[in-house]
């Protein structure tokens, strides 16, 4: 199959991404959470269907498009974990006539525009900061979070489902431990914010973010996990700790089209425009990495190179520091592995995959 690649390919190893889609499956089961996986990594029909396979029946998504592409793929509970747009509100009625939708609100401008503006029922969840500094509501300003519940509390056709995050500020962190801390800190306000309403039990506590959910093993208080990257995971989660290089279930395949000697680096064909231009540094020499070389076997992809990375990206062009040995190794014409940062930027640039048993597998248009 790796000698009818010519251009990049993003390869799929489907065995592991079962096994990973399993393993955070497994988890959740045993900790008596809702498994509600955020598909904005994957963007497929086919691979979706993998997670049904397992027993998923409800899904994260982060845009009202992409919730039309899994609703008309069968899919009828379905959060948009994204600050609603109140633009779209025709398309989310349109959607709700069908399918049931949680949406995000973290102002009271927008929940009055649902309230508004809304046909049929919906979930809200209001959206708290608890540290990452993105979107939703400071977890300190209790009154304010008080002041959206009671609007929420207005309206029969907008239904307050609790309270969700997102602890972003993990992929700033260098270890299991500072994630843990994180993730304890995380569940420890959203309690105490939960704890403020009377009749709370009802209320949801829902957490979205790969790294805790695959190092913690205890999630005391929360209902549900919407974890997304760990279907492929990457070598930003690797770097952190979130997984083993073992488990990284996507590469990109790029042709060689040039050697420098004098430099010790080879171009591929395969630039930003396929794998973005995310890095990491590394810890050796601080130097920027833009993802990690493999070789290709008979079944899969070999573990990282040593001493060999993307070390500049433009459009097209993909420059990679190469060990000596594998310089003289690796020719113009062979096809060789690159190990994403960031595999969900690189699939949404892909836009479809290879899988090793020669499938073609479509992500939403």
């Known amino acids: 199959m790796i000698s009818k690649i010519t251009s990049p390919t993003l390869l799929l190893d489907k065995k592991k991404c079962l096994e990973n889609i399993k393993n955070m499956f497994e988890k959740a089961k045993r900790n008596n959470l809702t498994f509600r996986p955020h598909f904005k990594t994957p963007q497929s029909a086919i691979i979706g269907n993998w997670f049904r396979e397992m027993g998923v029946n409800k899904i994260t998504v982060s845009s009202v498009k992409m919730a039309y592409y899994f609703a008309s793929n ?211 020499d601080n130097e920027k990495v833009f993802g990690y070389i493999v070789k290709f076997d008979a079944n899969s992809w070999s573990e990282p190179i040593p001493d060999s990375y993307v070390c500049r990206l433009s459009q097209e062009h993909g420059i990679v520091k190469i060990s000596d040995t594998e310089f003289q190794n690796i020719q113009i014409g062979d096809v060789i592995g690159i190990l994403p940062v960031h595999s969900c930027l690189t699939a949404n640039l892909m836009k479809k995959y290879l899988s090793l048993d020669g499938e073609v597998i479509p992500m939403m248009a």
């Open 74 to 284: 069968g899919w009828d509970d379905i959060t948009i974990a994204f600050p609603f747009n109140i633009l779209e509100v025709n398309d989310l009625n349109n959607l709700l006539q069908h399918t049931k939708i949680n949406v995000l609100a973290d102002d009271i401008l927008t929940i009055r525009y649902l309230h508004n503006h809304l046909h049929k029922p919906a979930g809200v969840f209001i959206k708290i900061d608890t540290g990452y500094k993105r979107s939703g509501v400071n977890v300190e300003n209790i009154e304010y979070i008080k002041k959206l519940v009671r609007e929420l509390n207005h309206n029969s056709l907008l239904k307050f489902k609790g309270f969700l995050t997102h602890s972003g500020q993990m992929y700033d962190v260098s270890s299991k431990a500072e994630i843990l801390k994180i993730h304890n800190e995380t569940i420890e306000k959203l309690l105490a914010i939960k704890n403020k309403f009377t009749n709370s039990d009802d209320l949801i506590l829902s957490i979205g973010d790969t790294p805790s959910c695959s190092i913690a093993d205890s999630f005391p208080g929360i209902d549900e996990i919407r974890p997304g990257n760990f279907v492929f995971y990457d070598i930003m989660q690797e770097q952190i700790g979130s997984c083993e290089f073992s488990q990284i279930a996507v590469t990109l395949a790029c042709p060689v089209v040039s050697k420098n000697a004098d430099r010790n680096e080879i171009v591929v064909y395969g630039g930003g425009s396929h794998l973005s231009k995310e890095y990491i540094r590394r810890s050796s």
